[in-house]
């Protein structure tokens, strides 16, 4: 195979089906073992925790690196982490959070190296409801803290360190490894996936998109060798796969 290291998203690419933001599609577990049977490597690139993705990464009996917390860390194959920019006030924005009364509206999803705030009955949350959120915390954090990053997607509204880059964790896995981005695929469904669809699409690497928002489809399509899947989550990873191994 051309592309014979390939990344994946979790929320909403391995996880999700065209109708629901849980579950995965049936046909899914079949098509990345019939990748791993051709000596591709699959790994997770992924704003969630290397304890949460280990899970994901057995379940699936994955093979390649564990790209977390939006590439505050890569978890190597052979489980050495290597760790690159953790949120150093941490400590100090959670106690914030509690005193503006956040804690109570929102959970904290457990994390090393950044804060990442889900709604209480995600994944099934209301994304408009996060923006709001977001709108009423955004100043204040940014007044109190000016030298971190805070944004929010579709999942969730996120606090890390400004130097927290997905792309730049994938660079430096490659270069770990002495393998070449242009074999590299990148499937994702957000614009939080972005920066690793941008450093592979640039290297000639393979670069899909599951998600529903216009905007990054467009972007995606500037890149050489793209697919926008018209299946969405899971069930367009499915297709996607079926692309790659054909």
């Known amino acids: 195979m051309k592309y014979n290291n390939l990344l994946l998203d979790i929320d ?45 990464y057995e379940v699936f009996g994955l093979n390649g690196p564990r790209i977390v917390e939006m590439g505050s860390a890569i978890v190597m194959p052979d489980n050495k982490i290597i760790s690159l920019n953790e949120l150093h006030q941490k400590n100090e924005i959670i106690s914030m959070l509690k005193r503006l009364g956040i804690h109570k509206i929102m959970m904290e999803e457990p994390k090393e190296f ?100 216009e905007e990054v489809a467009e972007k995606v399509r500037s890149f050489k060798n793209n697919y926008i899947s018209r299946e969405k989550r899971s069930s367009g990873l499915v297709e996607i796969m079926d692309n790659l191994l054909n």
Do not use: C, W
């Open 114 to 213: 950044m804060i990442s705030l889900l709604l209480n009955n995600f994944p099934y949350h209301d994304s408009n409801r996060l923006e709001e959120i977001y709108d009423k915390i955004n100043e204040k954090i940014r007044k109190r803290f000016p030298d971190i990053k805070i944004r929010f997607d579709r999942h969730s509204i996120d606090i890390y360190n400004p130097n927290v880059n997905k792309g730049e964790a994938i660079k430096i896995y490659a270069q770990e490894t002495n393998l070449s981005l242009e074999n590299f695929a990148i499937v994702g469904d957000s614009m939080g996936d972005f920066p690793g669809f941008k450093v592979i699409g640039e290297a000639e690497g393979f670069v899909g998109y599951v998600g529903f928002d």
């Open 12 to 56: 909403g690419t391995i996880v999700g089906t065209n109708n629901s933001p849980a579950g995965h599609d049936s046909r899914l577990t079949s098509k990345l073992n019939e990748y791993l049977e051709k000596d591709g490597k699959i790994g997770i690139v992924t704003g969630r925790s290397r304890f949460y993705s280990s899970a994901i």
